[in-house]
T-cell receptor, first 113, second 116 residues
Framework: SQTIHQWPATLVQPVGSPLSLECTVE??????LYWYRQAAGRGLQLLFY??????ISSEVPQNLSASRPQDRQFILSSKKLLLSDSGFYLC????????????FGQGTRLTVV | GNSVTQMEGPVTLSEEAFLTINCTYT??????LFWYVQYPGEGLQLLLK?????DKGSNKGFEATYRKETTSFHLEKGSVQVSDSAVYFC???????????????FGQGTRLTINP
C-alpha cells in the first residue's frame, strides 16, 4: 500500500534561518506531488506541484522553493525565513491520471520567531 | 485561472438537521471535483468525488452533484450527526502547465459543528 511521510511534525525557526521540509512517498511511482500551506480561515493554498523529477510548477511568488531530486521525494526550502512563512504545511501526492484523489501527509507546523 | 469558492463558515447545526455547504468553481473545460474532510486531530481525507458533468458523488450519507451549467458542487446530507463535525474542503483538479500534471486547487474550507 502507498504511504506518505512528512517531517518534521513541528518546527520553530528564527527569522533569517534556512528551511528544509521533506516529504517522501512509498508504494507508488511517478506520482504528482504537491506542497500546500494551510492558514486559519484561508483554506489550503497550493504552493508547488510536480509531475516528475526536476519538474516544479510554482503557484504563488514567495520566499519558498521546492525541489524533487528523486521520483518520490519532494522538498520545500527557504534560504531565509520570514515571520510570514509561519503556518501549517502539507505535502500530498496523487496518481498521474485525471480525477485521481490526493493523499496527504500529517503536516508540519512551522513557527518562525 | 482555476479557483474554488466555498460557503463561509463556521456552520453550526443540531443533530439530524439537513446540511448544505455550497461550492462553486471557475475552470476551463471539465475539471474533476472533490470534497475532502478534516476531522479534529486528523489529516485530510477524500470524502467523495465526481469526474464529469451530472455525476453524483456519495459517501457516508453525503452527496454532491457535478453541475456544469451552474459550475457548482454543493455538499448535502439529509441528517447530520455529531460525528460529522469537521472542516470540509471543496476542490478541483485540472491539468496544469506541466504536461501530465494535475493541479489540485482547494476552497477555503468550511468548519461544521453539530450539536447534540
Amino acid at each position: 500500500s502507498q504511504t506518505i511521510h512528512q517531517w518534521p511534525a513541528t518546527l520553530v525557526q528564527p527569522v533569517g534561518s534556512p528551511l528544509s521540509l521533506e516529504c517522501t512517498v512509498e508504494g507508488t511511482s511517478n506520482p504528482n506531488l504537491y506542497w500546500y500551506r494551510q492558514a486559519a480561515g484561508r483554506g489550503l493554498q497550493l504552493l508547488f506541484y510536480s509531475v516528475g523529477i526536476g519538474q516544479i510548477s510554482s503557484e504563488v511568488p514567495q520566499n519558498l522553493s521546492a525541489s524533487r531530486p528523486q521520483d518520490r521525494q519532494f522538498i520545500l526550502s527557504s534560504k531565509k525565513l520570514l515571520l510570514s512563512d509561519s503556518g501549517f504545511y502539507l505535502c500530498a501526492w496523487s496518481a498521474l491520471r485525471t480525477g485521481a484523489r490526493a493523499f496527504f501527509g500529517q503536516g508540519t507546523r512551522l513557527t518562525v520567531v | 485561472g482555476n479557483s474554488v469558492t466555498q460557503m463561509e463558515g463556521p456552520v453550526t447545526l443540531s443533530e439530524e438537521a439537513f446540511l448544505t455547504i455550497n461550492c462553486t468553481y471557475t475552470a476551463t473545460g471539465y475539471p474533476s471535483l472533490f470534497w475532502y474532510v478534516q476531522y479534529p486531530g486528523e489529516g485530510l481525507q477524500l470524502l467523495l468525488k465526481a469526474t464529469k458533468a451530472d455525476d453524483k458523488g456519495s459517501n457516508k450519507g453525503f452527496e454532491a452533484t457535478y453541475r456544469k451549467e451552474t459550475t457548482s458542487f454543493h455538499l448535502e446530507k439529509g441528517s447530520v450527526q455529531v460525528s460529522d463535525s469537521a472542516v470540509y474542503f471543496c476542490a478541483l483538479s485540472k491539468l496544469g502547465l506541466i504536461q501530465g500534471a494535475q493541479k489540485l486547487v482547494f476552497g477555503q474550507g468550511t468548519r461544521l459543528t453539530i450539536n447534540p
